[in-house]
């Protein structure tokens, strides 16, 4: 693993200062950028019709003042700071309620109905319901009422739907078949659970690559009014630099989050618990050397995006700064939410 730099620097620094927080565990200053707007009013109201939607699905039942609170709708403005449309934003808001809601009810959350034996097939349907899976007329029933039990599907179904009408086939598709291998990567994190087995970090990072944002990173130019051309998302430099962000912001959430994986009841899978299992060290060296490698990746991408930008068409380099404006507005969601109440916070981010 990277060793942790000596200490921040630069203006895309946030985090300055430290300070002891959850279980002891301080979280380093990360090399991230800071986000492009903070329009509370704005999320408020995404957060309202979050809730009005979870609601309507039926997702998170008897815990909507903890989904309010939570703030994804505050997430979702933090991370497209390209336009204040309610509808437009609600498009990934909604795709994003309905994946967390996906691993809280069918992964994490043996309150929401999670059953580590139910999981693999759960996620298939899932992965049937996001593809609209066109089964034989005599067996067709069966899945539409498993879709209408289901809260969980139901939300997929109607995330998914919301998405298509304001996205381009060729952006759906994108997004479907992203999503489809998120579930895939869900699938092999549950195996582990069901073995009570630790992976080895490379095998974490493997796993993390596709269980990770690239399903709202995948929707930004769907936000943004403009799509990225087919030829464009396919070139290999392109997707290296697009799963280099993914993972970075994804280590993020892990560096938030590891306090209380840590104390998960249903077994959690983290970086730093896979790094601290591995090395032998203790957990807050694990959350230093997750930390370093995290920026590590965040510089690698600025680079990427740097170079793809001198050549690239104009859909690229807005696609790519949409990515950066993401990173910056998803790590200062992670510090304010109560989802993460019980992490590690860092000091107040420097003026």
Do not use: K
Request: aromatic share 6%; glycine share 8%.
């Amino acid at each position: 693993m990277p060793r942790l730099p000596g200490g921040p620097t630069g203006l895309g620094t946030s985090a300055a200062h430290l300070r002891p927080a959850g279980d002891g565990i301080v979280i380093p200053p990360l090399h991230c950028p800071r986000p492009l707007r903070d329009d509370r009013g704005l999320g408020d109201e995404l957060d309202e019709r979050l809730v009005e939607w979870a609601g309507q699905v039926g997702i998170y039942p008897g815990r909507l003042d903890e989904l309010r609170a939570t703030g994804f709708g505050r997430l979702v403005m933090l991370c497209h700071p390209g336009t204040d449309q309610v509808e437009r934003l609600l498009i990934p808001a909604r795709c994003t309620l309905a994946a967390w809601a996906v691993d809280d009810h069918y992964c994490d959350d043996p309150g929401l109905g999670a059953v580590p034996e139910l999981t693999g097939s759960r996620l298939g349907i899932t992965a049937a319901t996001v593809d609209r899976v066109r089964l034989p007329d005599p067996f067709a029933a069966g899945f539409e009422q498993a879709v209408r039990d289901d809260p969980a599907l139901r939300a997929v179904r109607s995330a998914v739907e919301h998405l298509a009408r304001l996205a381009t086939p060729v952006q759906t598709a994108r997004a479907r078949h992203i999503y489809t291998a998120l579930l895939t990567a869900l699938g092999q994190e549950a195996s582990w659970r069901a073995a009570s087995r630790t992976p080895p970090v490379w095998e974490y990072l493997i796993n993390r690559q596709a269980n990770s944002f690239q399903p709202c990173l995948a929707v930004i130019d769907v936000v943004g009014g403009y799509e990225l051309a087919p030829q464009v998302w396919a070139d290999h430099r392109v997707q290296h630099a697009f799963a280099t962000a993914a993972l970075a912001a994804s280590l993020v959430n892990d560096l938030y989050s590891v306090a209380r994986e840590g104390r998960s009841a249903i077994g959690d899978f983290n970086l730093a618990l896979a790094v601290a299992a591995e090395d032998g060290c203790t957990l807050q060296e694990a959350v230093d050397r997750s930390a370093a490698l995290h920026d590590d990746l965040m510089r690698r991408f600025e680079t990427q995006a740097a170079e793809l930008s001198l050549t690239g068409p104009p859909e690229l380099c807005r696609f790519l700064a949409g990515i950066t404006a993401w990173c910056g507005g998803n790590h200062a969601w992670h510090q304010g939410s109560p989802r993460y109440a019980s992490r590690p916070t860092p000091a107040r981010s420097p003026a």
